[in-house]
């Protein structure tokens, strides 16, 4: 087989899982009708629907930058439907704040913003959990060699 053949194959077995995968996208519209799509800067595409908010069985906890000492924590709260991640809407609710003087994590009033969204109530276990493992600690206790 010539090396062109081999390249035109190559792409229509790309093109044929990428086909794939939005259909298995498509499908998640009959479960959640008011499913929308967003992305991140860096063009990671991320699915989020109002009908996950009470349903979510699974979190996500992230920064809301990588590089600044005192970013927001955030709750990403989802389902697994069809090996995709849908997100509930909003997509992050901000819990915390990064521990300046340290390490971990101060609290906001997170439970209401939770409560408010209609996120499903299991969930707080798992943020309790989070801040109960991840207490604000100062860096001057920590004895240096």
Same mark, same amino acid.
């Given at each position: 087989m010539s090396?062109?053949?081999e390249k035109i194959e190559k792409q229509i077995d790309e093109l044929q899982s990428k086909i794939n995968e939005l259909e298995k996208t498509k499908?998640?519209?009959?479960?959640?009708?008011?499913?929308?799509?967003?992305? *991140?800067r860096w063009n990671r595409k991320y699915y989020f629907s109002p009908s996950v908010n009470s349903i979510a069985t699974n979190v996500e906890f992230r920064n809301s930058c990588g590089c600044c000492? *005192?970013?927001a924590l955030l709750v990403y709260c989802?389902?697994?439907?069809s090996g995709i991640r849908v997100y509930s809407s909003p997509q992050?609710?901000?819990i915390g704040d990064s521990y300046v003087s340290g390490y971990g994590y101060t609290e906001r009033e997170w439970k209401t913003e939770l409560e408010k969204?209609?996120?499903?109530?299991?969930?707080?276990?798992?943020v309790e959990?989070?801040?109960k493992e991840n207490p604000p600690v100062?860096?001057? *206790?920590?004895?240096?060699d």
């Open positions: 090396e062109f053949i499908s998640l519209i009959n479960i959640f009708p008011d499913i929308k799509e967003s992305s *991140d000492s *005192d970013a989802y389902v697994v439907e992050a609710v901000c969204n209609n996120i499903n109530p299991e969930l707080f276990k798992e959990k989070y801040f100062n860096s001057e *206790d920590f004895e240096e």
